[in-house]
T-cell receptor
Framework: GESVGLHLPTLSVQEGDNSIINCAYS??????FIWYKQESGKGPQFIID?????DKRQGQRVTVLLNKTVKHLSLQIAATQPGDSAVYFC??????????FGAGTQVVVTP | NAGVTQTPKFQVLKTGQSMTLQCAQD?????MYWYRQDPGMGLRLIYY???????DKGEVPNGYNVSRLNKREFSLRLESAAPSQTSVYFC????????????FGPGTRLLVL
């Protein structure tokens, strides 16, 4: 079946460095993709989204890249801060509004 | 705006007990969802309601029932809790249009002994 997955379960990054979180998807018919951040004990929060007809979108300190050729999505966080420590996961959304979520990557920011 | 609220925050049940998880949203969203989140797994959809008056099964509906009480409220009921239902439960809501995200509540942590 169709699935969304992440390559790395845990990413350790030094404060001030850039983080790259990856996500592989398999449904080529997905309409758009969303990255969420989930802090410990809290619900997921929207970070950024990207439509399937785009290959890059930038937000505040975050950039999402979409490579449809290899069905790969990445989230880049610039100048990672301690407050960025969380689980990050992607979601793919089809044209019916059905969401499918990846398992997530734990990002640990070290001083 | 409180967004999406859930009660209770934490609950311990014995096997066979029943309980209802409450969810409410104040964003006038059409759709509401119930997910469970287990370690190492992505969010799995239990039930959803595309609009007031409708409910549909998701990926893992067995052992659960839902009620879309009105546009604001969507409850999840466990009739006879089992240890396999130990999980964190998230409610979410969303507008049914365009490229809209889901907004999540803070979660309910359920332990079934």
């Amino acid at each position: 079946g169709e699935s969304v997955g992440l390559h790395l379960p845990t990413l350790s990054v030094q404060e001030g460095d850039n983080s790259i979180i990856n996500c592989a998807y398999s449904n080529s018919a997905s309409d758009y993709f969303i990255w969420y951040k989930q802090e410990s004990g809290k619900g997921p929060q929207f970070i950024i989204d990207i439509r399937s007809n785009m290959d890059k979108r930038q937000g505040q300190r975050v950039t999402v890249l979409l490579n449809k050729t290899v069905k790969h999505l990445s989230l880049q966080i610039a100048a990672t801060q301690p407050g960025d420590s969380a689980v990050y996961f992607c979601a793919e959304v089809d044209s019916w509004g059905k969401f499918q979520f990846g398992a997530g990557t734990q990002v640990v920011v070290t001083p | 705006n409180a967004g999406v609220t859930q009660t209770p925050k934490f609950q311990v049940l014995k096997t066979g007990q029943s309980m209802t998880l409450q969810c409410a949203q104040d964003m006038n969203h059409n759709s509401m969802y119930w997910y469970r989140q287990d370690p190492g797994m992505g969010l799995r959809l239990i039930y959803y309601s595309a609009s007031e008056g409708t409910t549909d099964k998701g990926e893992v509906p067995n052992g659960y029932n839902v009620s879309r009480l009105n546009k604001r409220e969507f409850s999840l009921r466990l009739e006879s809790a089992a240890p396999s239902q130990t999980s964190v439960y998230f409610c979410a809501s969303r507008f049914n249009r365009g490229m809209e995200t889901q907004y999540f509540g803070p979660g309910t942590r359920l332990l079934v002994l």
